[in-house]
Nanobody
Framework: QVQLVESGGGLVRAGDSLTIYCAATGRTFSDHVVAWFRQASGPERNFVAAVNWNVPRTNYVDSVKGRFAIFTDVARNRVGLRMDNLKPEDTAVYYC????????????????????WGQGTQVTVSS
């Protein structure tokens, strides 16, 4: 059983940077895809970024390309999301999710394809 714990959220101003983390307990992220989703309002969690733990492949939603970077921290068995030039519309609860690696190139954007979820961390960007 994999348990995911997010950390690093907080209140920042527009234009600031922030890095949030997702740590796994119970097992390593090996052979998994790890993703970040966010939920601003309503029930839907929207895809932000994903990384294949075993190979250097990433995927991003268009609205964060060039501003966000997802990365692996193998020594600490965690995945980070560095967010630069934050905007008020980035305000949301950010959730970490992990799912099985089906291929080296497939990084799902659908939340249904992820089996494990963290509790979420709040990121608030003031204007």
């Amino acid at each position: 059983q994999v348990q995911l714990v997010e950390s690093g959220g907080g209140l920042v101003r527009a234009g600031d940077s922030l890095t949030i983390y997702c740590a796994a307990t119970g097992r390593t992220f090996s052979d998994h895809v790890v993703a970040w989703f966010r939920q601003a309002s309503g029930p839907e969690r929207n895809f932000v970024a994903a990384v294949n733990w075993n190979v250097p492949r990433t995927n991003y939603v268009d609205s964060v390309k060039g501003r966000f970077a997802i990365f692996t921290d193998v020594a600490r068995n965690r995945v980070g999301l560095r967010m630069d030039n934050l905007k008020p519309e980035d305000t949301a609860v950010y959730y970490c999710a992990a799912g099985p690696q089906r291929s080296y190139t497939y990084l799902p954007v659908n939340s249904d394809e992820y089996d494990y979820w963290g509790q979420g961390t709040q990121v608030t960007v003031s204007s």
